[in-house]
C-alpha cells in the first residue's frame, strides 16, 4: 500500500485528495470578497469566472486523457472531451460583446461544472473513488460558482 494512502480501499493518495479539496479555496476567496462588498468585488467576479472555466475547460482535457488511455473511447468521448472548452468560451463572449453578463454565465457554468460527475459516469472511464471525489469537488465548486452569479446579479 503507498505510505500517502490511509486506507486500502482508495487509489487516491492523501495529497490527491488534500490538493483536489485546496483546489476548492480559490472560488471560496472570490465569493467572499464579492460578498464582503470590497472594491475589488467585481474582480473577484471575474476571477472566479476565469476559474471556473478554467477547471471546467481542465476536466475536458481530464476526459480527453482518459478516453486515450482507455484504448477503447469512440469518437464521442472526444467530442465530449472538447465540449467544455468550447462552452467555457461561449459563457464569455455575453461580456466581450458588453451583453448582459456576468451573473448568467457564471449561473450556467456553474450548473455545468455540478453536473459534470454524470459525464465521468456515462464515459466510465474513472474508478469509483475518483469519482466519489469528483462529485464532492463538482458540487463544491459548481455551488460556490452559481451562488457568486447571484452576487454578481446583485452588484452589476
Known amino acids: 500500500m503507498d505510505e500517502e494512502n490511509n486506507s486500502s480501499d482508495t487509489s487516491l493518495t492523501t495529497a ?14 472570490c465569493l467572499g470578497l ?14 472566479g469566472f476565469a476559474y471556473a472555466a478554467a477547471i471546467f475547460s481542465f476536466l475536458g482535457g481530464l476526459w480527453w486523457g482518459q478516453a486515450i488511455q482507455s484504448g477503447k473511447a469512440t469518437a464521442g468521448a472526444y467530442v465530449i472531451a472538447v465540449m467544455p472548452s468550447l462552452i467555457a468560451v461561449a459563457l464569455f463572449l455575453p461580456w466581450t460583446f458588453g451583453w448582459e453578463w456576468p451573473g448568467p454565465a457564471l449561473m450556467y457554468l456553474g450548473a455545468f461544472i455540478a453536473m459534470s460527475p454524470a459525464i465521468d459516469r456515462a464515459l466510465g472511464f474513472s474508478e469509483r473513488d475518483f ?26
Open 131 to 156: 469519482l466519489l471525489l469528483r462529485v464532492q469537488l463538482s458540487a463544491g465548486l459548481g455551488v460556490m460558482t452559481v451562488a457568486l452569479g447571484f452576487v454578481a446579479q446583485s452588484i452589476v
Open 16 to 29: 490527491a485528495r488534500l490538493l483536489g479539496y485546496a483546489g476548492l479555496l480559490p472560488q471560496a476567496l
Open 34 to 47: 464579492a460578498l464582503s462588498g470590497h472594491e475589488y468585488g467585481y474582480t473577484a467576479i471575474a476571477g
